[in-house]
């Protein structure tokens, strides 16, 4: 965002300004001014993929599920993100809109420049007393664990799969799940048999493909 707001306020980041239809053809941009701009966009499109999932994840992890009160206080947080959420698109498209068209583009992106900049350091002041859980491994060992596990059981019948045949490691869940499991229901039961610790079809042990796959 700093980058994207130098180059819409200082005149050496732009070309030019000329009339359309005027005696002077107007100047295009240098590259190294495409070059800027295209970064910064870049830039923000990779700072936004990186920050807005996690979001949700690690606010999350702030609350005790187990206990009642940080539950109730879960759902007023995410109340709250959501709601926040929605305002800040509200003011961009309207009041950030008419100071862009009517003031200028400096001030116009300097503003959420400036607000974002105190957002990541009230975030880093609050760093001490977050909960911080450490990764646990790859989600795409999973993800293959997942697929491996499918095509092996994939002539087991899906009747025979009971909810108390679904494999389950606490030790393995405990990094991942600190507060619970999701319970077992009547969706999807024709993937339930790639949970399940039953062997099918094979004399070979499943035991290489029995980790979490919730």
Known sequence: ????????????FRPPPCTPGGAAA??????WQLAV????????????????????????????????AERARSWGFFN????????????AV?????????????WGLGV?????????????AGYPAYRRLDPAGSPFTRLAQ??????????????????????ENDDLDAPISMYGKLGHTDQLRCAARIASSATCCSSLSLSVFNEPRR
């Open 1 to 12: 965002m700093a980058l994207l707001t130098v180059s819409a306020a200082l005149p050496q």
């Open 26 to 31: 107007c100047q295009e941009a240098a590259p």
């Open 37 to 68: 701009l295209y970064a910064s966009l870049l830039l923000n499109a990779v700072g936004a993929g990186g920050y807005r999932p996690c979001i949700v994840a690690f606010g999350a992890d702030q609350f005790d599920e187990s206990r009642a």
């Open 80 to 91: 709250w993100y959501y709601f926040c959420n929605g305002a800040s698109m509200l003011v």
């Open 94 to 106: 309207t009041a950030v809109v008419y100071v862009q068209d009517n003031v200028g583009w400096g």
């Open 112 to 124: 959420p420049a400036a607000c974002m900049a105190a957002s990541v350091a009230a975030f880093a």
């Open 146 to 167: 997942v697929v491996a596990a499918a095509a092996r059981k994939r002539r087991l019948p899906a009747a025979d799969v009971a909810a108390a045949a679904l494999y």
